[in-house]
Structures are given as C-alpha cells and as structure tokens.
C-alpha cells in the first residue's frame, strides 16, 4: 500500500502535464548510486533541462548533490550552488527543473529535498529510480506537488504521480538493457 505523503509547500506556477528524461540522466543516476559512499541507502542530484509550452517537463541533464540523512537531514548547499554556476556556463538555455532519488517510494525526507529543490524552480519535479532494479527494471517515476487550499489559504500540498517517458534510440536502449541485466548478475554473485 503506498502511502501519500503530505507537505506544506506551494503546488506549483504550473500544472505539470509529463515528464521526458534523456537517457544520460538515467546513466548518471545509475553512475551516481554505483558510487555512492558506504552507509547510503540512496543518492539524490538536481534535474536540469526545460518546460515546453504545453507544460512537459524535458530533463536533459543532471548532476549529484551530497546529502546525509538519519538523525537530521542535510544537503551540500555550496556544492550545489557551485554546479548550478558552472552548469549555466556551459549549458545556458538550462535550468534546475527538479531534483532525483533513488528508491522504490517517497518518504519523509523527500518532502525536505522537494522543498530545498523547490527554492530554484517553480514547480519541480521529483524523478525516483529503482536503482536496485527490485521493480525488474528501471522504472523511473515522476511527482509534483499538488496544492490543497481553501481560498487563499494553504493547507497542505502531496505528490502526485505524472507521467514519465524515456525517449532514446535502438543503441542506447541495448546499452540500458545490457546495464539492467548486468546489474542483476552482480547481485546474484
């Protein structure tokens, strides 16, 4: 039974429609979990790209964000300034749209992400990925917030799920698929 978790944050500038992620962000996540220190059960990261006039969320590209969690929640705020800095250099017509996790749900220290990653984008975009392939795939998923209120008053906003399409060609499908399934043979040996 999947639980919804409620936050008190805005619901959005924009209702966001779907979300379309490029393959090399799958890659990077992937990567980034791979590499993530001892001890840590996920990895998060912020999401770059744009929104399209009809509101889809496009996800081109993605960088890593220390975090720690347990006893208090805390992310590495320089590190992420200095990224997004050196990002906008070399790819200027971008900007943070969301931010990543791995995992199979949401929890209560995704609402403390959403809210940090929140401060950059309007209404941004939480991507999860089954980095430990216990879903028998991928299986990215995507959430927004979604306000309740009563007139002008906020009450409480949750996430709600939108839809998520990969969009690559017949080669990066064979390198994801030959990644999938070497990642299982790993955890089996």
């Keep these: 039974m999947e639980q919804s978790t409620n936050i008190f944050l805005s619901g959005g500038a924009f209702n966001v429609r779907a979300v379309k992620v490029a393959p090399v962000v799958l890659l990077s996540v992937l990567d980034h979990f791979m590499r993530r220190p001892e001890g840590n059960k996920r990895v998060i990261g912020a999401l770059l790209g744009n929104v399209t006039s009809d509101s889809t969320v496009e996800v081109r590209s993605s960088f890593p964000v220390s975090h720690s969690e347990g006893e208090n929640v805390a992310l590495d705020t320089d590190y992420f300034e200095t990224m997004l800095e ?62 309740y209120s009563i007139g002008e008053l906020e009450l409480s906003s949750e996430f709600r799920e939108v839809p998520v399409a990969m969009q690559f060609s017949a080669s990066e499908k064979f390198g994801l698929d030959a990644l999938s399934q070497n990642r299982k043979k790993e955890e089996l040996a």
Excluded at 108 to 128: A, I, K, Q
């Design 86 to 147: 050196l990002h906008a250099k070399v790819q200027p017509s971008e900007s943070v749209v969301g931010w990543y996790g791995t995992g199979i749900a949401t929890d209560d220290n995704s609402v403390l992400f959403h809210e940090f990653f929140g401060r950059s984008c309007p209404s941004p975009v939480h991507l999860l990925i089954d980095a430990h392939l216990d879903s028998d795939g991928f299986n990215p998923r995507a959430f927004v917030t979604t306000a």
